[in-house]
Every structure is written in C-alpha cells, then in structure tokens.
C-alpha cells in the first residue's frame, strides 16, 4: 500500500496535494510500497527517502519494528537502476531465510547466495552473502564487485562482537565511495555517534532512529502460580512506570516463608529452631500450562544451558502435554518429512530424530547451538508458523533469527559468558525481550521474569525500564588484516584507514573527554600553587624528604616485625610438654603449661596450654609478640585428657603450686633507632629550611593537594597516549612481527610469497596456518591425517570440558607436536612483539573428524567420542566439521589441487562432506 496516500474522507485538500507531491518525487518508493499489503511507518518513510535521494541510510529500530523493509527498497532500487545489491547477513542462517524471501518476490534468476560453503548464482543481479564473504571479496578485488551499487548490512550491530565485529568495520572502510551503505540495527543508545562515523568514511549518511515498539510490551513476573504484573501506573512526579506493591509483597512474603537462596531447607535439626522449607519453582510443564492458561503462548523461554533446554523439553515431553490439534500435528510430520528428506536413515536413532519428532508433534522444541542445523531450522519454520507453540532457548536465539513471540520468558537473570556466571544487562535484557509481540498478530507482547529466591523485582523493574545497548566497536587489526592492507595500500596509506575506524572514532572522542578534564585540573593546579606563601619548591623539595623519612620507617618496621615473627615461631618449636611459659597479652595472659607443643599438624607451631584459670586449648603466633621462653617445668601424665575439667584444674594446681611468676614485659629497642640511612634522613629533615616556618603544615596541605592532582594528570596523560593512534601502533607492531618472519619485505611496505599467502588465510589462527603450510609441517599427511591437524586450529573446546584430548598416532601425532612446537615459537615472538597471543592449538575434535573423514558411520563417531568421555551432540558435530572443512577449502584454493597438502585438503574436505555434514547445504 502506497504510504503517501490517504483515501478518508477526512483528508483534506491541501494533505492530498502534499502526498501526491511526494508520490512525484518518491516514484520508486511508491511503486515499492503499492506491492505491499501494508502502510509504512514514518521511520520505513524517512530511510527509503532518504535512499531515493541518493543518500546512505542507518536504520536503527526495535526488533520486529520491520526496519528490513529499508533493505529491501535498496534491493527494488538497484533492480530498477539495473545495477547490483549484495545482502549481508552476520549468519548463514540468516542468509538463507533471506535468500528465499527474495526469490519468492523477485525469482531464483535474480537471487543468489555466497555463504563460504555455499555459492548459488554468485553472479546474480541481487546476491546474499554472510559479511565475511563481501570482506574477502573486497580484498581479492573480485570482479564481482562491478556494477555493485547497494550494499545492505543486516544486523549492523554485529560489529561490537568481539569476535568477528571487526569484518563489518573492514567491509565500510573498503566499499568504493559510489557504494551506498544500508545499516539496519537494533536499537542503540549511541546511534547517533555511530551515524556520525558513517558520515565521516562514508559520506552522506541519513540516520533513522525509532525507539517506539510497533507491538506494546507488558511485563510481568510469575511468583509460583501467580502471574503479577512488573509494574502498576506512573510515578506522579517523573511519569516513569512504578512497581506493582502487590507483586513485592507477594515476592516479600514468598521469600520469608521459605530458606534463602543456596541456603539448605528441610526439617527442624535436633535441639535447633526448624528449617525453611527450600522454595519449589514451579516445573517447566506447569510454567507452559501457566502460559497457556493466561493466553500468552506461542513463547520463547530463554534458559541460558543447552542441557536445561532440552531437559525442559523433555519433561514436557514426558507429561503428556498437548498443544497441537490434530490437524497442526499432521502439519508439523509434513514439514518435518521435507525438512529432514536428506538426512541419512542410519543416522537417526543416533540424531535422538525420533524423540526430537514427537516433541514438535507436542507443539514444544529447544533450540541452541548443539542442535543438527535441519533440526534447528525445522524449529524456525514451525514456530513461525504457529505449529510449535514454546521453544527452549538459549541466547543464541537473540542473534537475529526471524521467529518472533507473543511471550518471552526469562527463567533467570544470570547467564554462563564462558568465563563466568554474571547478570543480563539492561541491553542484554532488552534484546531478549525484544522478540515479544508479533506485528500483525498480536495486540500487545509479554515479558515475564520467573521469580526465585534471591530475584528483587526492583532489580527486574530496573533492566526492564533501563535502554541503554551502545554500541562499542571491537575492531582491531590481525594477521590477515594487515598483510592485506599493506598489499592494496602501503604500510602508510593502511595506517591512514585504520584510524578512521569507528573502534578509533570512539576512542578519539573519549580523548576530548580525558583532555577537558586535563585542562580543568590545570586551572586547579595553578590555584594550589597561588595559594602556598613562601618557595612552593622547597615545599615541595621538603615533603620528598618527609615521604622518604616515612617508608624508611614502615620498611624497618615491616623488615622488625617478620624478623621478630620468625624469631618467635621458633621460640615455639622448642617448646616441650611440661614446660612453663608466660602468655603476654590477651584473654589467656598469664602462666601456661604446654601439654602438646602443636608443631605436627600446622605449618606455624600451635601449641596446647593449660592457663592458670584452667583454660585449655591452642595458641598461635599471633598471641606472643616476642620470643617465648621456659620459666620453669610441670610434671605432667603421659596420656592428658584436656577435655576433663578435673585434669585441667590438676594441671592448674601444679602450675600456682610451682610459685613461678610472670616476668616484666620490656619494651624491644627499635631498630629504627640505629639505622644510620633513617638517622641521615631525619637529620637533613630537621636543617631543612622549611622545617622551622611557621605556616609550614597550612602550605604543605597545599603542596599535598598539588601532588595528588598532578599524579592523577599524569595517569590522564598516560591513557590519552594510550589511546591515540593506539590502532595504527598495534598495526605497527604487527608489521615488525610479519617482516622478522618474512611475510613482510624488509621496509615492511610489500608482500613477500609467504605474505601473499596470508592474504587468503581467513582464520582465527591465519598466522599459525601459514607457518605450518610454509614449514611444512602437514606435508606427506593423507586426507583424513590432515583433517585431523587441521581441526586443531579450528576447535575450541566448551569451558566444562574434562576429557583429556587424544590424537592418532604415527603420522597425525608428529604433525600435532610440529604444530604445537610452531605455535610455541609464535606465542614467544609475539610476547616480545606485545601482541594478542594466538590461541593454542586444541586437539579435541581430531579423532571425530579423522573418523568421519575415513567414511565411519555418525554413530561410530558420536559413541567413541562419548565413551572418550567427550561430550559432543550432533550439531556440535557438524559445525565443527564445517568449520574444518572451511579451512581446507582455503588451503586447497591457495596452494592449489597439485599441490601435496592443497590436494591432500582438497579430498579431505571432499571426504567430509557427507551425510549430515552436508545436509541440508544449499
């Protein structure tokens, strides 16, 4: 539907006359828009007018806003100008949903698809491809690029990922100026900042920003049985929304009828008050019932553990529960039959396909990276289209996928960040609960919170009212990077492009920040030093003197008290049973008989006493500040019973009986007193001339102020040198690495062979891989040898992992340890270059991948590996060996077929793709 027009009866004759003015100057947006069964939002208006005036666009808008429709105008635009769009995409995933939604409008003759390990109709007018692709393109100068005319990135915001968000800054900073750029983005807080950098590499950018939810959003916590809502009006005051009372009470009460979070419930210990009783949560079947009930399914339940997700999904599955009619259930076998048509019969039992199949019958799925792709994207279709109606999920699900919700729920508010256990943030909370509400379908979406111990609805009220995502880069240069930038540009020219990176942008700005701090500080500095009468550099000069005097003092101290600390421990370890001491201080000062000199069982000697007062038990260090002596001897039984009091008040007896007495504690001379270093101080401290001023303290609170804030000018100073140019120094240090290892020609400004080789290498360990090809280190492999090797640059292994990584021996395991002993002298040059280490090798997908290389069935592969006691799932599996298979693909493609280890890669990665490896691969 045309956006401009407006065909009721209010219009009035002015309003139709400025909509068919701008249906004049907009003809290929109001053709665009007639196609659509839908009226544009303003936002929608003012990006593709803004593309139709030959302007780039940054789209930033709520998820399911529809902001993709800016994309696909550029798409309408180039077809019509007769030039080319590529669509990028941050996943494969994403890439092929969007491959089909452009061939259903524009025919699989206009479309194509680049995904690394896919390439369909590459020289299409309209091709989709994942961002890496268009990176690598940029740099081989392919001719693709001719005629390119759009570029669309979805997902934008993908650059702040530390991982690979460096590929999106690389791909704006090499598109050729003509190239208009289509940024579309979730909602940020710094869109603007990010806009501004866009206009500054590229030119001409409009920014579009709409923060208003196209679908409302309603949020609420589920307490036990009861669904409350999070908040209940509007603050009088500031209008921001306010807690539900009824909600904190019900959470007050439900905290104070039950034991703490971690803390152990149960019945009254014995002699003790009773136990709380532990708070039960509700089960995952009587949240989906809760859910259903209230009329809020479909849902996404985020549970942050692959294992919790499909043990959800089992216990659903077990209930019973039902959420499908039987003419959704026929459905779902339909799709599933057609999604699922190449995997390999044998290989089901082991894909758990069958119970994974009557799950979705049920209406219920999980949905995580461990999961076989056709199952996950199965899971994608049926729950867009209504046939499953709750998916468990992981977070991975938040990264763009197209499957919105009516609900999202969160089963908790703490997430496993592969280092950690730590709390969402109000931006991570925000992107999940994003996906509620459908537009076109649901009047409103819900966010629920499922209450636990230890949750605050305050806490939950805060993440929910809080939008703040900025957006931060995370680009910083590599191997690759740098050897490709110095062979298209010049180490000067490379230097150039690099800081006009948004990670150098973003820093450059917070230097304004540090500098007007730096200033004021200044301004102060010179007011402290107006305000000191007398020579402000002799006080200066003097409170160097008294600073000096002073950590004299505390080292002497510090050097007295270990030495008398030791002298004392070694006191007690001569101490013997019967021996009589004097305890100086403290609860038990006073006479002591040792009973059990303590020195067996602890590092420090610990011995047991009988006071005076009949006391007994042990003493440490800490109870005698000085070297203990005997004062004298008690005879005591062989075998002493401390814990009868009869034996304690004998002992005590014996010890009053002996008519020793405490002796007086002397003060220890300090060796203060005869340090001439100290002395020489203190000497010139006192014939300082400031010593007998007057107004010496008032000047000097002065002068101390003077110092604490020049010091922290000076740690200001330190980080705006940190930060400025901090891009092209590390990119210089690089370049040093890369020349000594002869990738780079002695002025560092040319590719050598070994050099252009990296160029093509695009791996995390890219540097590693090119000095294993150079040492030949993976030379005389065989196919599935070299499968094996090669995976170790590849896998990581899950944080939790315990089993011991295994290779094959012979041929495998002298290349791993050539390997190993290359990347050792990797990490060493790079230590010394002060640079990010290169990750180590890992070793624990090589006998899963030799296995599968060597033609083993899915079953043989999974079950050795767990019976190695290697977790590893199916879909672990085949991202891994496609992964592997990426890698060797590139080896083939640099070195060539008639190479050795390129033609050894080449069957390699031909032996891989099988089964479900290859399955369901465009």
Not at 144 to 152: A, I, K, T
Not at 783 to 793: F, M
Request: aromatic fraction near 6%; include cysteine; charged fraction near 25%.
């Amino acid at each position: 539907m045309d956006p401009s027009t407006d065909s009721s009866p209010s219009t009035s004759p002015a309003e139709a006359y400025a909509a068919a003015r701008r249906r004049g100057r907009y003809p290929e947006l109001t053709r665009f828009a007639g196609e659509l069964a839908f009226e544009f939002d303003d936002f929608q208006n003012r990006g593709c007018r803004a593309l139709e005036d030959g302007h780039g666009v940054l789209v930033c808008a709520p998820t399911g806003a529809g902001k993709t429709v800016v994309g696909e105008f550029a798409v309408h635009l180039a077809l019509a100008e007769g030039r080319k769009c590529f669509y990028t995409t941050p996943i494969k995933a994403l890439s092929n949903q969007k491959y089909a939604d452009l061939i259903e409008r524009y025919g699989a003759e206009a479309v194509g698809l680049l995904t690394g390990d896919t390439s369909v109709n590459g020289n299409a007018q309209i091709v989709v491809m994942t961002t890496e692709v268009l990176r690598n393109m940029l740099y081989a100068g392919s001719a693709s690029l001719h005629n390119l005319g759009y570029v669309v990135m979805d997902e934008i915001h993908y650059l702040a990922d530390r991982f690979r968000g460096a590929v999106w800054e690389e791909v704006i900073l090499h598109l050729p100026a003509y190239v208009r750029v289509v940024g579309l983005s979730a909602t940020v807080s710094n869109a603007e900042e990010f806009g501004e950098w866009l206009v500054a590499v590229r030119g001409d950018t409009t920014v579009v920003v709409d923060e208003h939810r196209p679908v409302p959003l309603w949020q609420h916590m589920l307490v036990g049985p009861r669904l409350l809502d999070l908040f209940a009006g509007e603050q009088a005051d500031t209008g921001e929304a306010k807690l539900n009372p009824r909600l904190l009470r019900k959470a007050e009460e439900t905290a104070r009828m039950h034991a703490p979070a971690g803390a152990r419930g149960g019945p009254r210990r014995r002699g003790g008050p009773p136990r709380m009783p532990r708070y039960r949560p509700p089960s995952r079947v009587e949240v989906v019932d809760r859910l259903d009930r209230a009329g809020l399914l479909p849902a996404i339940v985020f549970i942050f553990s692959r294992a919790g997700c499909d043990a959800a999904v089992t216990q659903c599955r077990h209930s019973g529960l039902r959420l499908n009619t039987p003419e959704e259930v026929a459905e779902v076998r339909r799709v599933v039959d057609e999604r699922t048509a190449d995997l390999p019969d044998a290989d089901l039992a082991v894909l758990g396909y069958w119970d994974w199949r009557e799950a979705l019958e049920q209406g219920v799925a999980a949905h995580h990276a461990g999961l076989l792709p056709a199952f996950k994207e199965t899971v994608e279709e049926l729950f867009v289209r209504g046939l499953v109606k709750v998916v468990f999920a992981t977070e991975t699900l938040a990264l763009g996928i197209n499957m919105p919700a009516r609900t999202v729920m969160l089963e908790r508010l703490v997430k496993y960040n592969g280092e950690a256990h730590v709390d969402l943030t109000a931006g991570e909370y925000t992107q999940l609960t994003g996906r509620a509400g459908r537009r076109g379908i649901d009047v409103e979406g819900h966010a629920v919170v499922l209450w636990q111990p230890g949750v605050d609805p305050r806490h939950v009220a805060g993440l929910a009212s809080t939008r703040t995502y900025p957006l931060k880069s995370s680009f910083r240069p590599g191997y690759n990077m740098a050897a490709n930038l110095v062979g298209q540009f010049g180490a000067a020219q490379a230097r150039e492009l690099l800081e006009q990176s948004f990670a150098q942008f973003q820093a450059d700005r917070s230097v304004v920040g540090l500098s007007r701090r730096i200033d004021r500080n200044n301004d102060a500095l010179r007011g402290y030093r107006d305000a000191v009468t007398g020579d402000f550099d002799a006080m200066l000069d003097y409170l160097d003197l008294r600073r000096r005097v002073s950590e004299r003092e505390k080292q002497l101290a510090k050097q007295n008290t270990a030495a008398r600390r030791a002298e004392t421990a070694r006191s007690l370890e001569k101490l013997r049973k019967g021996d009589v001491i004097a305890v100086p201080g403290g609860r038990r000062a006073g006479l002591a008989v040792v009973v059990d000199p303590g020195t067996d069982q602890f590092d420090e000697p610990r011995p047991v006493v009988v006071t005076e007062d009949r006391w007994g038990g042990p003493l440490s260090l800490s109870d005698f500040p000085a070297p203990v002596e005997p004062l004298g001897r008690v005879k005591l039984p062989k075998h002493v019973e401390l814990r009868s009091a009869k034996t304690r008040r004998d002992i005590a007896s014996s010890l009053r009986n002996t008519g020793i007495t405490p002796p007086k504690r002397h003060r220890r001379r300090s060796d203060a007193a005869s340090d001439t270093e100290l002395a020489e101080a203190r000497r010139r401290l006192r014939a300082h001339p400031v010593h007998g001023l007057a107004d010496r303290e008032a000047n000097l609170r002065w002068v101390e102020r003077y110092q604490r804030l020049a010091a922290d000018n000076a740690q200001l100073e330190r980080r705006i040198a940190a930060t400025t140019h901090s891009l092209a120094r590390a990119f210089d240090r690089i370049r040093g690495l890369l020349t000594e290892r002869g990738y780079l020609g002695d002025d560092g400004d040319t590719l050598t062979e070994h050099g252009s080789l990296l160029t093509r290498l695009y791996s995390e360990s890219d540097l590693l891989a090119a000095e294993c090809i150079r040492h030949r280190a993976w030379h005389g492999l065989g196919p599935a040898e070299l499968a094996a090797v090669v995976s170790t640059l590849v896998y990581e292994a899950r944080r939790d992992a315990t089993a011991e990584a295994k290779l094959p021996s012979g041929p495998v395991a002298q290349a791993w340890q050539e390997t190993v002993r290359l990347w050792t002298e990797l990490v060493e040059d790079e230590r010394r270059h002060r640079l990010d280490r290169t990750r180590e090798p890992d070793a624990g997908f090589g006998w899963p991948v030799y296995r599968w290389a060597r033609g083993e069935s899915l079953e043989a592969v999974l079950t050795t590996a767990e019976a190695n006691g290697q977790e590893l799932s199916a879909g672990d599996f085949v991202r891994w060996s496609r992964q592997v298979i990426d890698l060797l693909d590139q080896i083939r493609d640099v070195l060539g077929k008639q190479h050795a280890v390129g033609g050894a890669a080449g069957k390699a990665a031909q032996a891989l793709r099988r089964g479900v490896v290859a399955a369901g691969e465009l």
